[in-house]
């Protein structure tokens, strides 16, 4: 059986849901299923938990892993288009909390499944998509788009400082790039040596994995639905891992408080503990933020 692995802000995240016995939770990104189980553990069979996920491995993954009881619904989608997954299934309440975990699992970073996640599996791909059903993949994107629009990419969606050159190295050598080992190799050619030890090539992939996925509209578009969704009283959840999903949470719920819609859980960013942070070392860039609808 395939390794679960370490959840992030998993007390954290599901404490600050308050989750109520016969309430209607909705997890965003299964992911392992970790999130959802503990949901589940604090809900009595009146309550009901839709847990959705755009990859249909970790579904799988999930629905091998654990018993399914009736009140847990797993769907694959996106939860850009969360209002309509649950007019589909025709639950008749509103929502009483939303978990959004954004990005990726410890599992699909660590085993990456063949689709080029992680820059340290040098024979995979670069594919890069959660859903296998959308048609265009990171190596798509190095061929097709141009070398400013690489560099804009690079630049906006991974932060990075040498996207210039980075972006015409790949252009000049776009023929001898097929997996991820030619790009890391590429990468280290053209960055100079880091004083740090974070691989070079991790914004790169960053970006080239948030363009592919259209991470940060699927973001906004979520957090529409998962507010529109939200029963009064009830709280969204979202544990972001970098700065540009940090800020489209943070500007949104500070303009839900501003226009007296909503009201911060805490002022601050909930981060990982110390004792968490040494367990798992991805978690130290986590942050979790809460919004309460009124």
């Not at 059986?1 to 998993?10: S, T």
């Not at 018993?67 to 850009?80: L, R, S, T, V, Y």
């Not at 929502?95 to 990005?103: Q, R």
């Not at 949104?252 to 070392?281: D, M, Y």
Request: net charge negative; proline share 3%.
């Amino acid at each position: 059986m395939d390794k679960i692995h370490i959840p992030v802000l998993l007390d954290e995240s599901i404490e600050a849901l308050n989750v109520k016995l016969d309430g209607f939770y909705i997890d965003c990104t299964l992911g392992d299923g970790s999130h959802s189980n503990k949901i589940l553990s604090q809900l009595s069979s009146q309550g009901l938990l839709l847990s959705i996920d755009q990859d249909q491995n970790a579904i799988d993954f999930v629905k091998s892993y654990y018993d399914i009881p009736n009140n847990w619904i797993i769907k694959k989608g996106n939860f850009a288009n969360l209002k309509q997954i649950v007019k589909s299934l025709e639950v008749n309440k509103e929502a009483d909390g939303v978990l959004m975990d954004i990005g990726l699992s410890s599992r699909q970073l660590e085993e990456s499944e063949g689709r080029g996640f992680s820059y340290q599996k040098e024979n995979e791909p670069l594919d890069m998509r959660m859903d296998q059903e959308l048609s265009v993949t990171a190596l798509d994107l190095l061929k097709v788009l141009k070398e400013h629009e690489l560099t804009k990419l690079f630049k906006v969606y991974g932060e990075e400082r040498y996207a210039k050159p980075i972006a015409k190295a790949i252009k000049e050598d776009i023929s001898e790039i097929n997996t991820v080992g030619d790009l890391t190799s590429l990468i280290y050619n053209v960055v100079p040596v880091a004083k740090s030890n974070k691989n070079p090539s991790r914004r790169v992939f960053q970006a080239l994995r948030i363009a592919v996925n259209d991470e940060l509209n699927s973001l906004k578009e979520g957090l529409d639905n998962a507010f529109e969704i939200l029963t009064t009283g009830g709280r969204i959840a979202v544990i972001s891992f970098h700065s540009l999903e940090d800020r489209i949470v943070k500007e949104f719920f500070n303009e839900k408080e501003k226009s007296k819609q909503g009201k911060l859980v805490n002022q601050k960013p909930i981060t990982a503990k110390k004792e968490e942070i040494e367990k798992n070392p991805r978690s130290s860039s986590a942050k979790l933020r809460v919004l309460e609808k009124i």
